[in-house]
C-alpha cells in the first residue's frame, strides 16, 4: 500500500511539473495572405487618356507591402494609337504596380512588326517587359514562329516599336518550305 501511495505521489508530481513547465512554441513561417484578391479583373494603364496596355486576368492577388499584382490566366494587349499590335497569354504573371514593370511565365504572343502586316509568333518559358525601355526580355526556351522560319535560343529582345527581334543563347534556324 505504501508503494502505490507514492507512485501515485510521483505521478501526481510529475503532472503538476508537466503542467507548470511552459509549452515549447514552434512557429510556422506561413506565406502572408494577399492584401486583396480579385476575380475576372481588368487593369489598364493609359497615357493622356489612351490606353497603353490592357490585361485581363481570372485572378488578381494584391500585395500593398510589394507592390505586386499577381495575376492568373492573362491576356494582355498593349496599344499603338489606340490599335491592338501585341497580344499576350501567359499561365501567370506578375506586375509591379509603381512601375509597371511586367513578368510573364509560360508566354505566348503575337507581335506585328513595324511598318508591316507580319505576324510574328513567340513562344517564352520566361518573359519580361520594362515599361521604361518599352522592351521585352525573354528567357529559358524561346521560339519565334513566322511565315516558315522557325527560331530558338535561350534568350530573346525587342524594342518597342518593333523593328528587330534579337534571339541569342543555342540559337538555331529552322526554314520551312
Known amino acids: ?53 490592357e490585361m485581363h486576368s481570372e485572378k488578381a492577388q494584391i500585395d500593398k507591402k510589394s507592390d505586386q499584382a499577381l495575376l492568373e490566366n492573362v491576356n494582355l494587349d498593349l496599344f499603338k494609337n489606340l490599335e491592338s499590335v501585341i497580344q499576350l497569354q501567359s499561365l501567370t504573371a506578375s506586375l509591379n504596380i509603381n512601375e509597371t514593370d511586367m513578368y510573364f511565365k509560360d508566354a505566348s504572343a503575337n507581335f506585328v512588326l513595324e511598318d508591316s502586316s ?3 509568333k513567340l513562344k517564352a518559358s ?18 519565334i514562329d513566322s511565315d516558315g522560319i522557325n527560331l530558338s535560343g535561350t534568350r530573346f ?7 528587330k527581334m534579337i534571339v541569342s543563347g543555342k540559337g538555331k534556324a529552322l526554314i520551312k518550305e
Open 1 to 53: 500500500m505504501v508503494v502505490v501511495n507514492i507512485v501515485i505521489l510521483l505521478l501526481f508530481i510529475s503532472i503538476v511539473m508537466l503542467a507548470l513547465k511552459k509549452p515549447r512554441v514552434i512557429q510556422h513561417h506561413k506565406k502572408e495572405a494577399p492584401d486583396f484578391v480579385f476575380e475576372d479583373v481588368v487593369i489598364t494603364q493609359l497615357y493622356n487618356g489612351e490606353p497603353v496596355w
Open 157 to 163: 529582345s525587342a524594342e518597342i516599336p518593333i523593328r
Open 118 to 120: 507580319k505576324v510574328i
Open 126 to 143: 520566361k518573359l519580361w517587359w520594362f515599361a521604361d525601355l518599352q522592351k521585352f526580355i525573354g528567357k529559358e526556351e524561346v521560339n
